[in-house]
Nanobody, 118 residues
């Protein structure tokens, strides 16, 4: 059974940095396309960033481009999100997502809270 667990959230002042981590167990990590999503209170869950299986291709939401960096370590089954220059509007629960094809399956973590004080 695949398990996805996020960590690293917390309270930070605007302009500060945080690094989120996500560990995936129970599957072959290198086969998953990985991503980060977030959900602010009263809003829909939204895409933040994604990284392909090899780590060679990365895509970001316009709202975080230039401030956030997604990376992965396939040897350690780990996904990361380095968040710099944090803004109040980055406050949300951040979720790690793992997607595998053939057949298509998607796995979510329980989320980690990021709160940015203005």
């Amino acid at each position: 059974q695949v398990q996805v667990v996020e960590s690293g959230g917390g309270l930070v002042q605007a302009g500060g940095s945080l690094r989120l981590s996500c560990v995936v167990s129970g599957g072959t990590f290198s086969r998953y396309t990985m991503g980060w999503f977030r959900q602010a209170p009263g809003k829909e869950r939204e895409f933040v960033a994604t990284i392909r299986r090899s780590g060679g291709s990365k895509y970001y939401a316009d709202s975080v481009k230039g401030r956030f960096a997604i990376s992965r370590d396939n040897a350690r089954n780990m996904l990361y999100l380095q968040m710099n220059s944090l803004k109040f509007e980055d406050t949300a629960v951040y979720y790690c997502n793992a997607v595998i094809l053939g057949p298509w399956k998607s796995y979510w973590g329980q989320g980690t809270q990021v709160t940015v004080s203005s």
